[in-house]
């Protein structure tokens, strides 16, 4: 498998993902490192200047090995931050960084049953993989709390040709739009990638 070219082409289905992450799992950190991956820092940083109080719950989707949670935690230290990932590889080292309060092994589109809700869930660079946004934006809205925000990254390349400014106008009657970013590098030190395929992060609102 040629790891760069199937990260832009989106891998595959969900068993062939969470093998692929099950297997990069002990390098994820050190190779992301390398191609200069800034999302979860300039996403931690928007929710920084942007929320007005720290959240009490925080779900963070597809948190992999952590490095979302790490950068939530340094700002939101008094926060609960639950994780939820493909995979259990990626878990096993997540809970070593003893950021999240629990992990769920699960494909982010599959709806969890917690017993609460969160006034903040995440998804950063993981919308690549989202084969049903109904579903997802549905999941959404029964995690969040009224008032609560959604942040998300999404490659601007994937968002023009899914004609994602349409799928967010279809949700405008559960969510807002809070912020969406200046087009941001994805992985510039990544040869695939460098400064042709760019990100939004954005923030939306459940009302």
Not at 7 to 12: A, S
Not at 71 to 99: C, M, P, R, T, W
Not at 138 to 149: A, D, E, I, P
Request: aromatic share 14%.
């Amino acid at each position: 498998m040629n790891k760069k070219k199937s990260l832009v082409d989106g891998i595959g289905n969900v068993n062939i993902t969470k093998k692929y992450y099950d297997n990069w799992s002990s390098d994820y950190d050190k190779t992301l490192n390398n191609w200069n991956y800034k999302a979860p820092v300039k996403s931690a940083n928007i929710l920084k200047r942007k929320l007005k109080k720290a959240p009490k719950n925080i779900l963070d989707l597809a948190c992999g090995t952590g490095l979302f949670g790490t950068e939530l935690k340094k700002i939101f230290s008094n926060s609960n931050i639950y994780g939820l990932d493909i995979s259990s590889k990626s878990l096993i080292l997540a809970k070593k960084k003893d950021i999240y309060k629990n992990l769920i092994t699960a494909n982010f589109e599959t709806r969890y049953n917690y017993k609460i809700k969160f006034e903040l869930v995440s998804l950063i660079g993981a919308m690549t993989y989202c084969k049903n946004f109904q579903k997802l934006f549905s999941n959404l809205s029964f995690y969040l709390v009224t008032n609560g925000n959604f942040i998300f990254s999404h490659r601007i390349d994937l968002w023009k040709k899914q004609d994602f400014d349409y799928i967010l106008k279809s949700q405008s009657d559960i969510f807002k739009v809070k912020y969406i970013s200046r087009p941001i590098k994805y992985l510039p030190f990544n040869e695939d990638f460098k400064d042709i395929i760019k990100i939004k992060i954005v923030i939306l609102q459940k009302f």
